[in-house]
T-cell receptor, first 109, second 114 residues
Framework: LAKTTQPISMDSYEGQEVNITCSHN???????ITWYQQFPSQGPRFIIQ???TKVTNEVASLFIPADRKSSTLSLPRVSLSDTAVYYC??????????FGTGTQLKVEL | ETGVTQTPRHLVMGMTNKKSLKCEQH?????MYWYKQSAKKPLELMFV???????ENNSVPSRFSPECPNSSHLFLHLHTLQPEDSALYLC?????????????FGPGTRLTVL
């Protein structure tokens, strides 16, 4: 089973771009990288999923290098409402959907 | 979002009580999940149902009893709980039971066991 490692916390200011990197050294060929966001006392919400190179949607971008051993979630121009916990998961194949401790992002004025 | 609803939102119960949590999804999905999130801990997957059949039970104590009468409804029956069972209980659904499927979570039930 692929394990992920991401920073416990990050701080940013409104209007800045935030990049959260996740390492997943033993990712398998059939695995995908998926990111969820969770606000306090709410369920997680899907943000983005990718397999390789770059994926972009209306919320974020996901950058995955060729070796796929890491990935970076990029949030453009964050606002206070982006303060949340962000989870990086490796999904697919024999992996269960396993949420780690995530990265607590705090955005300030 | 109202795709996945959970009731009640808050529940306080004594250790000898019996209560049930309810989850309903309006997304036409075939898989449903129960998670437990204790304070400052990661989400723990408890049960998975796929097409009404239980496909996963992650060593959950028998005082938690799930029920899935159809693909749209999921219950978690609680009895003789312990104070350490106090947590946020989250329900989720996905199209199938694959981990690559996007899971849609409900707002959760905040459970306090006295």
């Amino acid at each position: 089973l692929a394990k992920t490692t991401q920073p416990i916390s990050m701080d940013s200011y409104e209007g800045q771009e935030v990049n959260i990197t996740c390492s997943h050294n033993n990712i398998a060929t059939n695995d995908y990288i998926t990111w969820y966001q969770q606000f306090p006392s709410q369920g997680p919400r899907f943000i983005i999923q990718g397999y390789k190179t770059k994926v972009t949607n209306e919320v974020a971008s996901l950058f995955i290098p060729a070796d796929r051993k890491s990935s970076t979630l990029s949030l453009p121009r964050v606002s206070l409402s982006d303060t949340a916990v962000y989870y990086c998961l490796v999904t697919g194949g024999g992996n269960k959907l396993t949420f780690g401790t995530g990265t607590q992002l705090k955005v300030e004025l | 979002e109202t795709g996945v609803t959970q009731t009640p939102r808050h529940l306080v119960m004594g250790m000898t009580n019996k209560k049930s949590l309810k989850c309903e999804q309006h997304l036409g999905h075939n898989a449903m999940y129960w998670y437990k999130q204790s304070a400052k801990k990661p989400l723990e997957l408890m049960f998975v149902y796929n097409f009404k059949e239980q496909t996963e039970n992650n060593s959950v104590p028998s005082r938690f009893s799930p029920e899935c009468p159809n693909s749209s409804h999921l219950f978690l029956h609680l009895h003789t709980l312990q104070p350490e069972d106090s947590a946020l209980y989250l329900c989720a659904s996905s199209q199938e039971g694959e981990s690559t499927d996007t899971q849609y979570f409900g707002p959760g039930t905040r459970l306090t066991v006295l």
